[in-house]
């Protein structure tokens, strides 16, 4: 009594793989993996962005005046490649909960500005500018946070190192800019 027949066979109870109304996955499981590359590639795309038109960042970021809690120049590449597959992963957990809806356009919007961040700062030597941006950022990020948040706590705690990396670049970029102007 109370029970239903799932419809791939199973016994009685839920449908095998059926989530709850907050966890609705509206296109149905497992076929939605073939997504997550995709927002892979959407990642990729904002940090090849990025690197058009900055010439050796590491030599130019080594060449700055810069505060005693700087990171080295080497660091740079491996927290990226870790952040940007965390912040695919979260995108693509949100998409499989709501679809594309405003919580996506949020996680776009900060793709974007992550995007122009590194040819202001390091291909065109505006710090200001690119302080402008990461401040935007970093409230972009907040934004998608809270969006993801209501629809999964997963996606949204991806994002987390990423706001806190970003809080920690922004308050590098912001000494960078003071020190070298």
Partial sequence: MGSTSSADGGGPGPARGSRTARGADPAGGRRRWWALPGFGMAVLVAAAIGGL????????????????????????????????????????????????????????????????????FFGAGQYGLAFADIVLLWLAIAGTVLAFHRISRAAAALMLPYWAWVTYAGALNLVIWQLNT
């Fill in 53 to 120: 038109g900055v010439r050796d960042a590491n030599a130019a970021y080594v060449g700055l005046e810069q505060p005693s809690w700087a990171p080295p120049a080497w660091v740079f590449g491996p927290v990226w490649t870790v952040l940007y597959a965390m912040i695919a992963v979260s995108g693509w957990l949100a998409w499989r909960r709501s679809g594309f809806g405003p919580a996506l356009w949020v996680w776009a919007t900060q793709l974007g500005l992550n995007a122009v961040w590194s040819p202001l």
